[in-house]
């Protein structure tokens, strides 16, 4: 995930860092798996294996929540759950715009999990006439023309685009001109906002590239290896092979 230009300092107001504050929904998530078992208290070291951090990490960004556990006994499991809630806002609940119903923003729309995180898909909107009325998740899609209105009406602060690229820096400012001040945005485009206004980007496509890469340097890795053992074996330059293209050598991963 990547912030717009408008991200804020390293330190929140209240003082936990961003990287605190991006670990808290995986705390949260192994939390709740514990809850739903019905496991009253759990160690620092069992929680940070479930949410896949380190032990330490997480005893420090607990620290900034004011929650330091018991000795011997570990930490509370609702209580840790109520206050990762709080911090992150999830107590209230918080209606929701999908923009661009297409085949990313109807899955969003049917996506049950948001609900019970504190998420209510409050409107859909869509640009295209034809789909005007017809129900998405049991919701029906609003016409792109009433974006002010719906937004308004449903108190929505929080918007998501799945519009086209060419589309979602102008559904952008309509979102943010209709008073939106927190956009999730999956169209590939780095979308410009005032400040007081924050932007989240997912993007798969760079996960993946993130992946290739490391799958590139493992095999890199297990090639050198390979004729580490084997005297006969030509030198292999692990994370740096290179394949060839049409313009002749090309390094298998691009720069940034
Ligand atoms: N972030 C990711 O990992 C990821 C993954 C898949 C797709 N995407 C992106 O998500 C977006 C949607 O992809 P899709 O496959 O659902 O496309 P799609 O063509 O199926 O859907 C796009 C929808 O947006 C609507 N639309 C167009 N302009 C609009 C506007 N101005 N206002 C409101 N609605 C508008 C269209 O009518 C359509 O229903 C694309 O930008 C795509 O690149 C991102």
């Known amino acids: 995930m990547a912030t717009g ?13 961003e990287a605190t504050v991006a670990r808290l929904p995986l705390y949260l998530r192994a939390l709740t798996a514990l809850s739903e078992r019905s ?15 380190n032990s330490a990490k997480l005893r420090k960004d607990f620290s900034y929540l ?12 609702e209580y ?10 999830l107590t209230q609940d918080w209606p929701v715009a999908i923009i661009g ?20 898909v409050a409107a859909l909107i869509d640009a295209d006439p034809a789909m005007a009325g017809t129900p998405v998740a049991g919701i029906p899609v609003q016409h792109a023309d009433d974006l002010d209105r719906i937004i308004s009406e449903n108190g929505v602060s929080i918007g998501v685009i799945t519009t086209p690229p060419g589309a979602a820096q102008q559904v952008c400012d309509r ?14 485009t780095v ?16 996960e993946l590239q993130i992946l290739a890469f ?25 994370a740096t092979t290179s394949r060839k293209g049409p313009d002749g050598d090309m390094p298998a991963v691009m720069p940034a």
């Not at 929650?67 to 930490?75: A, D, F, P």
């Not at 410009?192 to 760079?206: A, C, E, F, N, T």
């Open 80 to 89: 840790l759950v109520y206050q990762i809630s709080r911090e992150l806002g």
């Open 101 to 120: 119903i297409g085949n990313l923003g109807a899955a969003l729309a049917n996506y049950g999990g948001f609900a019970s995180r504190g998420f209510r």
């Open 191 to 206: 979308l410009s906002v005032p400040d007081g206004v924050d932007v989240r980007k997912v993007d798969l496509s760079i």
């Open 175 to 188: 979102l943010v001109a209709a008073g939106v001040t927190s956009i999730l945005n999956f169209a590939p």
């Open 5 to 17: 230009r408008n991200h804020r300092p390293a330190t929140r107001s209240r003082g936990i860092p």
């Open 39 to 53: 496991v009253p208290t759990v160690s620092s070291e069992e929680l940070a294996a479930a949410a896949g951090v």
């Open 66 to 77: 004011g929650s330091y556990g018991t000795r011997g006994v570990g930490y509370d499991v």
């Open 214 to 238: 490391h799958e590139q340097r493992k095999a890199g890795e297990d090639a050198a290896a390979d004729s580490a053992f084997d005297p006969a074996a030509p030198p292999v330059r692990a």
